[in-house]
């Protein structure tokens, strides 16, 4: 297990971050020199491990500009970004303003700073995208001004240090693996049975062929020395995609529904595919 000295809360809100289910995957990191994220998402297990080094990727360019505007002009993007975390900005005309803003917006730290003030105070913070690639998550009406992480943010950005994070494809970062690598990966979610799973972390859709693909790289790494970790939902489709895998089950809380009924524990799944 490479659990961090100091393990830190990310400073985004993440639908299916880890945080609350990282009990359940850090003890199933093996010993590697790097770890690979190919779904960095908030960077909830990122911030628990200690690994020498990390490559973290995401299909989400936004999310990674944010990523690498902190660990490479941190004291610039606290700047731009605390102004947003005001009372004037607490309104739903300021935010679709900045939402506009945003879409069209062409300096990366200006930018990844609204992408942060969107993503607090957004709905739930989800990260919706429109057929056209327009950021279109609706305002949270959030009861108060919502804290600004600035710990969080210079924490995430110290760790950083041992990070590259790249706008890539999942499979693009899979094919870089190394030896003494360790790949965890955390895709959008299978449907669960019968019910429906959010996958708009981006303008592309993760459909049933990407998940197929996901899993067929994992088990091509593990005959080359590779251990993989993959999370989803506990369902009858992922059971099948990770056949020849240690499965490990649990509860996790989800909370993306506005309403409070459709919220609470559901099934995940941790496929650990290691060498023989």
Known sequence: MFQAARPAKPFLKWVGGKTRVLHHIIPRLPAGRRLIEPF???????????????????????????????????????????????EQYRTAEQYLSVRS????????VTRAAQFLYLNRHGFNGLCRYNNRGGFNTPYGHPARVPRFPREEIVVFSEHARRAKFVS???????????PDDVVYCDPPYLDRDGARSFTGYGPGGFDMQRQEELASIAKRLVARGVTVLISNHDCEKARQLYVGAEIFSFTARRSVSAAADKRGEVGELLAVFSPK
């Open 101 to 108: 803003a945003f879409n069209h917006e062409q300096d990366a």
């Open 168 to 178: 890539a494809d999942f499979s693009e970062l899979m094919d870089a693996v190394r």
């Open 40 to 86: 960095v998402g908030g960077g909830a297990v990122f911030l628990a491990t200690g690994y020498e080094e990390y490559l973290l990727g995401d299909a989400n360019v936004h999310l990674v500009e944010l990523f690498q505007a902190v660990s490479e002009n941190r004291d610039e993007f606290i700047r731009v970004a605390e102004q947003y975390f005001n």
